[in-house]
């Protein structure tokens, strides 16, 4: 019966995530329609150019909201492979390379001994990469730094950044922007025993993704 109950659970938690999920996209797409019509009318061509970029821009945060809730409605058994700290940071080194203001994020130094990690690596480091882009569209002028330490059973990756916009969804109101990819987040980390965890205060926001370490 418990088993039922929390699979009825997990059931809604899902349909509320798709329903927040296709609310999101459906706005990104209507501003992808809306740039569209306007970019034939921009009189010059910077303007044009700058459109282009925006559509570009709009297309693929659509393209990587959905990315992310692939794995979620995947079926069938799967086995989490194991994957090295430092695997994870090239990989994010590599996939920020060329965002806006990615000299503002400062990866502190790594403990000595971190385990490995249990998890699925393509999307650990889809996870990753919105969490990070996040915390600097959060903080344009302001640094984000990224620390990793030991917790437990777990690694936790934990950055910090100088926005302060992030909080709690209100009940019945369907999450967007950076509340949402937390949640998607979070979603997707737990399906290995990991979890994400997100505070503001007046310092700043602090999104910690915490992933199961493998073991020895």
Known sequence: MATRSRAA???RSRSALVTAVAHEVGNLLA???LSAHLLPHAPEAR???RGARQIEQLAAQAGEILAQLRPLLATGRRSPGTIAVTEVLEGLRR?????PGVERLQLKPLPRGLPDLRADADALLRVLLTLAR???EASPEGAVTLGVRRAGRAVSFELADSGREFGATPRGAVPGG????VRLADAVL???GGRVEARSGRSGTRVCAAVRAAAR
């Open 190 to 192: 737990r399906r290995d």
């Open 31 to 33: 501003a992808v329609r």
């Open 9 to 11: 659970a997990g059931s």
């Open 47 to 49: 303007e044009r150019a």
């Open 95 to 99: 996939g920020l390379a060329d965002e």
């Open 134 to 136: 996040g915390a600097l």
């Open 178 to 181: 950076r509340a949402l990819a």
